[in-house]
Each structure stands twice: as C-alpha cells, then as structure tokens.
C-alpha cells in the first residue's frame, strides 16, 4: 500500500502514536508483499524533527529533558537528534529497521510539505497537537497547512 512514509517527530504524545501507525502501515504492507524478496520491499520510514523556537513554557518530550524556550539553536538541534535517535529505537522496536533521519530547519509546516516532495513518500503520517481555537484561527495548525497541501495522502492522528 506505502512504500515510503514520512513521520514529522516532535516528541508530544501524538507523534509517537503517529510514529506507531506509521510502523503498523509499513509492516502490513510487509505480510501482504509476496514477492520472492520477501520483506525488501517492505517500504521506508522517513523520519523528520524541525527544531523551532519555542514560544512558551518548557516542554517535557519522549524521555528528553525540559526544553526552555529561549534555548539556543545548538541546544535545540541537540535535543532534536535525541528526539529522532529515541523515534529511531521505537520504530526499531516496531519491526521497522534503518529509518531514515532527517534534521530540517524552517516553518515546520513548509519544511514538512518540502520533504513530502524531496523524498517521494506516498504519506504523511503525523501527530496533532490540539491548540485554543484562538490561536488556532489566527496562526493555522501544521497538521492543517500539510493536510490542505500536501500531494499525497495525509493521516493524522489524534
């Protein structure tokens, strides 16, 4: 069904049970493959971390330390390779091996629909942080510039 699937990684809840689905879509496209390969054609797992600034509090994020949110951009590059080696070992633990890692900086939602496109991938598949309705009408949500944009399918996951 998916060959390559892309997984936005921030940390929150939801995007490790994005990461999940993304492991179980891949690996049911494993047992339904009956070619003599076997499991080589399997799919890709892309999985993608854009480090912003944080506007808030701290955030405490998939076994990472609180992240302050004047932190230095070396400080945020550092616990984003945290965040993507920690995704790495739970896609790992779900049956999908040699993730590919991506580092991208910028608007979390342009960057996203950007690698969407550079990688090929037949899906996006990623978490929704929910935001006040205020904020949301006036900024937008990632998980809704990707979805409306996006020239492949989007699965979000709530």
Same mark, same amino acid.
């Given at each position: 069904?998916?060959?390559?699937?892309?997984?936005?990684?921030?940390?929150?809840?939801?995007?490790?049970?994005?990461?999940?689905?993304?492991?179980?879509?891949?690996?049911?496209?494993?047992?339904?493959?009956? $070619?003599?390969?076997?499991?080589? $054609?399997?799919?890709?797992?892309?999985?993608?971390?854009?480090?912003?600034?944080?506007?808030?509090?701290?955030?405490?994020?998939?076994?990472?330390?609180?992240?302050?949110?004047?932190?230095?951009?070396?400080?945020?590059?550092?616990?984003?390779?945290?965040?993507?080696?920690?995704?790495?070992?739970?896609?790992?633990?779900?049956?999908?091996?040699?993730?590919?890692?991506?580092?991208?900086?910028? $608007?979390?939602?342009?960057?996203?629909?950007?690698?969407?496109?550079?990688?090929?991938?037949?899906?996006?598949?990623?978490?929704?942080?929910?935001?006040?309705?205020?904020?949301?009408?006036?900024?937008?949500?990632?998980?809704?510039?990707?979805?409306?944009?996006?020239?492949?399918?989007?699965?979000?996951?709530?």
């Amino acid at each position: 069904m998916f060959t390559k699937i892309l997984v936005p990684v921030d940390g929150s809840c939801y995007s490790r049970e994005a990461l999940k689905v993304a492991c179980t879509l891949l690996n049911a496209n494993r047992s339904d493959d009956t $070619s003599p390969a076997g499991n080589a $054609s399997a799919g890709q797992l892309v999985l993608l971390h854009v480090p912003e600034e944080l506007g808030s509090e701290p955030a405490f994020v998939w076994g990472v330390s609180a992240i302050a949110a004047g932190a230095a951009l070396d400080e945020r590059e550092a616990i984003g390779r945290e965040i993507l080696d920690n995704a790495g070992r739970d896609a790992l633990s779900l049956m999908v091996p040699n993730p590919m890692i991506l580092l991208r900086h910028g $608007s979390p939602g342009q960057v996203i629909l950007d690698a969407a496109r550079e990688h090929g991938v037949d899906a996006i598949v990623m978490g929704h942080r929910g935001m006040g309705k205020f904020k949301a009408l006036i900024e937008g949500s990632v998980s809704r510039k990707v979805s409306h944009h996006a020239r492949c399918r989007v699965v979000t996951v709530h």
